[in-house]
């Protein structure tokens, strides 16, 4: 679902440590074309870590301001179906759909889809649903900015770690930030 941008950096309260790395992200997209030039891509998939609260949702938000390009948020009520091989099919929908356009993919709640396969309790299908995924997200061109989000990173797949260029930790702010 595409979704109206309404937050940009400037609402956002971050550590410095997380601006330097989203200046830093925001410059290789940029200067995309010349990274290309010397046979480099870009980075394009970043994982958020956080509790709720943080402002995972809006950060999403404020990149996709930063680089002009469209927010679609995976609905998951609209992706998850009750049938052998029907999530998978629409996993495939969203993936064909968004590599026709530069945009930002965001997947709220990740831990919903990219659950750790080794887990006792998940039956065959969850385990073929997070493989796609993740073959899905490795064909992404670098012009699809991937960001993923989650309150509960332990239960992500140990692979899904390996797809993600960025790593950030959002904070809960503290007073001072707050005050500033």
């Not at 200046?23 to 958020?48: A, N």
């Not at 680089?67 to 629409?90: F, K």
């Not at 887990?119 to 490795?138: H, N, P, Y």
């Not at 509960?152 to 140990?158: A, G, I, K, S, V």
Request: hydrophobic content about 40%.
């Amino acid at each position: 679902q595409e979704v109206a941008v309404h937050r940009t950096f400037s609402d956002l309260i971050l550590p410095d440590s997380v601006r330097k790395i989203t200046d830093s992200f925001i410059e290789e997209q940029y200067r995309s074309d010349i990274l290309r030039t010397y046979g480099l891509e870009p980075r394009h998939k970043v994982m958020l870590v956080g509790e709720p609260g943080t402002g995972k949702t809006s950060y999403a938000e404020a990149l996709s301001d930063k680089l002009m390009l469209p927010l679609y948020v995976v609905r998951y009520d609209a992706l998850i179906g009750s049938y052998l091989g029907e999530t998978a099919m629409r996993l495939r929908q969203l993936f064909d759909f968004v590599s026709t356009r530069k945009c930002v993919l965001f997947f709220d709640e990740f831990d919903t889809i990219g659950k750790e396969r080794g887990d006792a309790q998940e039956l065959g299908e969850i385990k073929r649903v997070v493989s796609s995924l993740l073959l899905m997200t490795d064909s992404l061109p670098s012009y699809n900015i991937v960001l993923a989000a989650s309150n509960h990173p332990e239960l992500l797949d140990r692979a899904v770690w390996r797809r993600f260029q960025i790593r950030l930790e959002l904070p809960i702010p503290d007073v001072t930030q707050i005050e500033k």
